[in-house]
């Protein structure tokens, strides 16, 4: 019996390790398709809301629990060379995913209640007052989680010669991109597919050249 268990643990490991390269890329082709619908305006919504494009929110929403898969391989490919730096990088990705999953979820529900008549500048004035805020500090901790897990994970990459110099390059520029144009909103049409894009490049660059 414990020999059958055993064999089964490890056919499904192996089954897993075999599909994980293809889920690691999904969430960020999800959202880099997401921030190309809104660099293109469609569906932005009115007023402060702005920065926000509902089916950007849809799409989202749909590639978002797919972080989990992208953090467990790049911490799994990392861990090869620095396994506590592997560690690292999945505990705090998977956790930062908790507060991309809000921010996919928001979008949605902004589209929902605009569409109900509700004024997009309370709903945006909503959102950055300093009580939301208060509540919300949880989430936003989180948020500095996932902003790391990319660094770190960028610096170990190049530092320990996992992948190609470029693919650890991609995902340190990828936070100053996604800071300039999602926190400061400062060519936000330019800056958050670049964020975007340079997560997909980078974890496409890890699946496809990593340790090799």
Request: net charge neutral; hydrophobic share 55%.
């Amino acid at each position: 019996m414990v020999s059958n268990n055993m064999e089964k643990n490890d056919k499904w490991g192996t089954t897993f390790e075999r599909w994980l390269p293809m889920l690691a890329l999904v969430a960020p082709l999800f959202f880099f398709i997401a921030s190309l619908v809104r660099a293109f305006g469609i569906g932005t919504l009115p007023g402060d809301l702005n920065w926000v494009s509902s089916y950007e929110g849809l799409i989202m929403g749909i590639g978002v629990p797919f972080f989990v898969a992208t953090f467990i391989f790049m911490g799994h490919r990392i861990a090869m060379r620095s396994p506590n730096t592997g560690i690292v990088v999945t505990v705090l990705g998977v956790l930062g995913t908790a507060f991309i999953a809000f921010i996919s979820g928001f979008r949605g529900l902004a589209a929902g209640f605009v569409a109900s008549g509700i004024d997009p500048k309370a709903i945006n004035d909503g959102l950055e007052s300093d009580a939301s805020l208060t509540w919300l500090l949880g989430l936003l901790l989180y948020n500095f989680c996932f902003m790391l897990a990319w660094l770190i994970a960028g610096v170990a990459i190049m530092r320990n010669k996992i992948a190609p110099w470029w693919v650890g390059l991609a995902f340190i520029l990828s936070v100053p991109s996604l800071i300039t144009g999602q926190a400061l909103y400062i060519n936000l049409e330019i800056f958050w597919p670049l964020a975007l894009g340079l997560w997909l490049l980078g974890v496409w660059g890890l699946v496809k050249l990593g340790d090799k």
